[in-house]
Each structure stands twice: as structure tokens, then as C-alpha cells.
């Protein structure tokens, strides 16, 4: 299973992902941005659990391409699973701050 959440422009400063009771660790996900996975960072790695809510500090900047795909895998049930995946991110300033004022500025395109 693959699902796109969109983001705003910005940095993603915290990833919550929550297994519902009975997934029994059955379920992995990655998280991935374009196609390269950035939680968790480890391309080998997934995050799975049962009945736990992971919280997970990041540091993810979004410069573009405003979304995260979520990709979630069953590895040994028949039965479907609930996950949540909240992402928590600080939105891009508008104008680009100093940077984005000086470019202005110059008629220069951020």
C-alpha cells in the first residue's frame, strides 16, 4: 500500500506513526520523499509495532515536491491493519526571509 500525504513547504521537525492494537508487528512502513526513504534513514530498516505510537524527531527539509508518501507493507496476515502517520512540520516563511528580500530585491527569482 502506498498513500501521498501533502505537506507544505517547510521542515518536517516530528513523525508520529501509530499501530493499531493487533497489527502484531506484521505491518512495516517507510516514509519517502520523491523515492528516497528518510524515515527510517536506514535503507534496510522499517519502523513496524503493535498498539504503540512512534515518535520519531526529524530534521527533513521540504524545498519542493510538497509530499511524503507513506509505504506500508503486510508481511504475514491476510487481515488489513490500521496505521496513522502524522507529520508535524514548520512551514517555509514567506518571502524567503533575508535571502528571499535581497533577491527580490535584485529581481532575482527564489
Known sequence: MEREIS???GTIEEVKILFA??????????????EH?????DPEAYIS???YV?????NKEI???PKIKVRAWNTATVYDHDIFVGIF???KAPGGGLLGAAKK???MSE
Open 7 to 9: 505537506v507544505t513547504l
Open 54 to 58: 512512534f515518535v520519531f524527531p526529524c
Open 21 to 34: 492494537p493487533g497489527a502484531l508487528g506484521y505491518v512495516k512502513v517507510v516514509l519517502l520523499h520523491y
Open 105 to 107: 530585491a535584485l529581481g
Open 89 to 91: 512540520l514548520k512551514e
Open 37 to 41: 526513504q528518510f524515515l527510517p534513514e
Open 63 to 65: 524545498k519542493d515536491y
Open 49 to 51: 509495532g503493535d498498539d
